[in-house]
């Protein structure tokens, strides 16, 4: 069977393509995300998973408050397939997995599961970032092993470990890293309640609700460099209006 193309991969082809036209030469500045994701019919996270990709990949640059621009467009030479899984197609899988995880398990938790559960919750708190990741970690894994189903914990640990395992996952979450802690605290509690309330449907949404922040998060951690070029383009064309 053809492995399905991922569509990042289509938003890097494109880029490279033109690269290659000469559409975009080296020292070039590409267009923005926004565009890029116009022109391609697909989403802006899309569009930042194949920008991290060609940069892992050292064909372009990403410059904060400046823009993105090609460095060296030989430099792909098949290596796409190296990166494998990105954070925001792991996410979307994760969405989808563990609300149904989520709801499986407010039906079948037991009391010293949730004393767990909670005890993770209090690590979280804490002003230690590598212990409260390491708590969000175990917190969704435990939520798994409530379930009773053995397969779902695979699936859900195997879904972890791509994001440490992949190159463009584990790139984009670590350029996110840090902030909204008090936030995925309380997204956690709200699933929390629901399994301790034993109610599916609820727990579902949380997770859903929890994962759709998350994806949101990473998103604006790294939006903020292309505003930040934006920004820079606007001063550098005012400045040149008043030399004029």
Known sequence: MAQAEKLYRRVIDFAVAQMNAGTFPIGARLPTERELAESLAVSRATVREAMVALEIMGVVEIRKGSGIYVVAPSALNGRVAALDIGAFELLEARRSIEAEVAALAAQRIAADELAELQ????????????????????FHLCIAKATGNAAMVSVVTDLWNMRDRCPLARTIHQRARGGDELLRLEEHRTVFDALRAKDPDHARQAMRDHLDAV?????????????????QRSAELRGRMLVK
């Open 119 to 138: 005890a993770l919750l209090d690590v979280m708190t804490q002003k230690d970032i590598a212990a409260s990741e390491r708590a969000d970690r175990e």
């Open 215 to 231: 994806i949101d998060h990473l998103l604006a951690k790294t939006e903020s460099d292309e505003l930040a070029a934006v920004r």
